[in-house]
């Protein structure tokens, strides 16, 4: 009797308490793995109260300015509801924390979104991404993405801000440094390239972060090439110079997007509806967020459209902004403008939805945690390291080679090393590199040392500072040149010159650089100047005294080895510039898409005081070996609309040495409805030739790709008549039909 009255009371302990509690757990659909997106999307949000929806829509920061003292209680203060995090960290075990906090403590469990800055590499830096263009090796610049993503998602960080498809058309600004330079279609490929690294075939594996593009739109455009200024650009030139990466990008499936700072013409980016709902949601069918920039919603009060955050609020949201980074404009003003009616619960509703998709997408409600590894397994690891010299090698770019100056003579036995980047470590990074380390940088002077060991004796001295007026270095600097065969001087920019608000006036180098290098020619001696910068210079008065330059950039932590290789010739170079060098700062803005000139005879329109074209062009650069280009053909002189056209063109290395030679193949219309560029890149591919090998490159014409333009709705169209293919120094006309 006993154990029946036992049993039954199990019974109902099962069938009231237990069974309702599984039907129920069950019954979450959010909560179920394999429940399709959408569904689970749905669900959580009939589930959720408008505060926490609010909280969504909102980035916080953690970890700047923050020390061990008191990371303890910021870590406390981040509400457990937050959207987003902006995580300087790279500690995993603080995010897992937080994450626990979201997870455990919020009425939903919805995880926290950890995003930050890894623009060129996490703590194995890459070169910058200007850098990484110049390499034309878009394979090479996905595998430095998809590393980068490793690092990233085993230090706590699910969401990069990267990559940075602006074209930047004024090298004054400093943030030419994180594009791709200044074509949209190099920007494209490279930004699909690095989303594909970053994101991989599916976000939610182990190793993906989330891309975002960034800074959306004109933002290159900044007036005179300074910082945070409005962008006065036509509709004509947003279509078709500034919109194409990032619709490149989007239709590769980058999960979000961030607002630029810039105002578009009168209309801040962060208020743009245009921009951000009717060409980035309606056109495109973009299903992913749009984050603001920083503070830039209570920016728009500086910027002239809402007198107070609560009217930022409403014009950004209403805009189409979903995620309001760092000024919480969104969390103190969303619930009383919903309240009031000036804005619909569907419109935070869409943006809370986007949110949580990109969560869902990257995996967060299913693993919210980050695996712990150890660091010696998360950071610097061997093939990293390799592929960051690889990287940096494809990326330098070989300017002038007098004689065969360069691979220096063999057997050299002393060699001059002077400048202030030759033993730099820091600024070889670059800007935007903030968990990289100095002391895991290799030196110009350190990896001569590797490269050239007890056979080459190196005679340093600095010669002069970056900046300033101190002649005092000179001295030492012209007294170890004269007992040198060769002196290689280093300079170039501090990182802080280039990257967000670095613009600089000229884009020449200091006075002081200048001027050693003056002091050095009076030796006599070959002069092999190495630069380390992030943007283009202005080299006019360099460039004369020079016997050779090499264009290193900010290779980051691996550029020693790799240059030292150029300069013994273990390395051929195989860089070409993806952006033009001015020929001074005055001839700005110079890029090699230029509409044609009315007057384009006798010189007529040009400068009287400096030559009419920049020192060089985008696609310029030497090797040390030599490249025949044969005829170039076509497969037809005429098609039709929905036909292709090849080209193609043999390209033989003629030298002595294996290389690289990129082929860079571009289109013009003479003649069109609205006037296009005297050439616009269209395809490039870089191959690598033995001596004496013959490889074929092709180019195939997809008009509706290839030659068709857009008007400045952004509408395409195509017309019949002649058009141009060029390659090299050829220029191929045939015809398009009806
Ligand atoms: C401001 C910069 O413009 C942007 O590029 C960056 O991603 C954010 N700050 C976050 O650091």
């Known amino acids: 009797m006993k154990t029946m009255k036992r049993n039954l009371i199990l019974f109902f302990i099962v069938v009231f308490a237990v069974i309702p509690a599984y039907t129920q757990k069950s019954n979450i659909i959010y909560k179920q793995k394999d429940a399709p997106v959408e569904e689970r999307i749905k669900d959580l949000l009939s589930r959720m109260t408008l505060e926490e929806k609010i909280y969504q829509l909102n980035q916080y920061t953690i970890g700047e300015n923050t020390n061990v003292n008191n990371i303890g209680e910021v870590t406390k203060s981040i509400p457990s509801k937050i959207g987003s995090l902006i995580y300087f960290s790279a500690d995993p075990v603080r995010r897992n924390t937080i994450q626990k906090k979201a997870m455990e403590e919020s009425r939903l469990g919805i ?20 850098a990484q263009a110049c390499s034309w090796n878009p394979e090479l610049v996905k595998s430095a993405a998809e590393f980068a993503a490793k690092e990233s998602k085993l230090s706590g960080v699910d969401w990069t801000f990267s990559p940075m498809i602006d074209i930047g058309l004024d090298p004054r600004w400093g943030r030419v440094a994180e594009s791709y330079g200044e074509d949209p279609y190099t920007n494209a490929v490279f930004g699909v390239a690095t989303v594909e690294g970053y994101q991989g075939t599916d976000l939610s594996s182990p190793y993906s972060v989330a891309a975002c593009l960034k800074h959306y739109v004109a933002y290159g455009m900044s007036e005179g090439g300074r910082d945070y200024r409005a962008s006065n650009v036509s509709q004509q030139s947003l279509w078709e110079t500034y919109l194409p990466p990032y619709q490149a990008c989007i239709e590769a499936g980058a999960a979000t997007v961030m607002s630029s700072f810039n105002d578009i013409s009168g209309i801040p980016a962060t208020a743009n509806h245009y921009m951000l709902t009717e060409i980035l949601k309606q056109k495109w069918q973009y299903d992913g967020f749009v984050v603001s920039d920083w503070n830039a919603v209570s920016q728009l009060i500086h910027q002239g459209v809402a007198k107070d955050g609560k009217e930022a609020a409403l014009k950004s949201i209403m805009a189409g902004l979903d995620m309001d980074m ?29 949110i949580l998709r990109v969560k869902f997408r990257l995996g967060l409600f299913d693993n919210p945690y980050t695996n712990i590894v150890d660091e010696k397994d998360r950071y610097l690891k061997n093939e990293d390291i390799l592929l960051a010299q690889k990287l940096a090698e494809e990326s330098m770019v070989l300017l002038k080679n007098k004689e065969n100056t360069l691979p220096l003579p063999s057997p050299v036995k002393e ?61 030492e600097a012209v007294h170890i040149a004269q007992h040198s065969e060769a002196v290689i001087i280093c300079l170039g920019e501090l ?26 020619k009076k030796t006599g001696k070959p ?17 004369p005294l020079a016997d050779a330059i090499v264009e290193i950039w900010q290779p980051g932590i691996a550029g020693g080895t790799p240059l030292a290789g150029i300069l013994s010739g273990r390395i051929n170079p195989s860089g070409r510039l993806a952006i033009t060098f001015p020929y001074t700062t005055g001839q700005i803005p110079m890029y090699y898409n230029m509409r044609p000139s009315s007057r384009p005879f006798r010189e007529m329109g040009n400068y009287q005081d400096i030559p009419n074209d920049p020192l060089y062009w985008l696609g310029y650069g030497l090797s ?46 003479p003649v069109s409805t609205i006037s296009r560029p005297v050439k616009e890149l269209k395809h490039f591919e870089k191959k690598e030739l033995n001596p004496g090998e013959k490889k074929v490159f092709v180019f195939e014409i997809d008009p509706h790709k290839d030659l068709s333009y857009v008007d400045s709705n952004g509408d395409r169209f195509l017309e019949a008549g002649d058009y141009y293919v060029m390659v090299n120094d050829q220029k191929l006309k045939f015809e398009l039909t009806e």
Request: proline share 4%; glycine share 8%; net charge negative.
């Open 111 to 130: 995880p926290i979104l950890f995003g930050f800055d890894i623009i060129h590499g996490f703590r194995v830096v890459y070169p910058i991404p200007l």
């Open 326 to 354: 760092k000024d919480n404009i969104f969390l103190e003003n969303l619930a009383d403008l919903i309240e009031e009616k000036k804005v619909p619960v569907e419109r935070i509703d869409d943006a809370v939805t986007r």
């Open 415 to 475: 060699i001059a090393v002077v400048g202030p980047m030759a033993k730099d470590k820091s600024n070889m990074l670059g800007s935007w590199s903030y968990h990289g380390k100095e002391e895991e940088v290799e030196s110009i002077y350190e990896g001569l040392e590797k490269e050239f060991g007890k056979n080459v004796r190196l005679n340093y001295a600095k010669g002069c500072d970056f900046d300033g007026t101190d002649e005092s270095l000179f001295a």
């Open 495 to 520: 990182k802080t010159w280039s990257g967000e608000n670095a613009s600089r006036s000229t884009i020449s180098l200091p006075v002081i650089q200048e001027k050693l290098v003056s002091e050095l």
């Open 527 to 543: 002069l092999i100047l190495i630069l380390s910068n992030g943007r283009p210079l202005e080299l006019a008065r360099l460039e």
């Open 624 to 669: 040390y070996t030599d490249y025949e280009y044969g005829k170039a053909t076509l497969s037809s002189e005429k098609i039709s609309k929905d036909q292709k056209l090849k080209v193609e063109v043999a390209v033989t290395n003629t030298g002595d040495r294996k290389g690289s030679e990129t082929v860079f193949w571009y289109i013009n219309d």
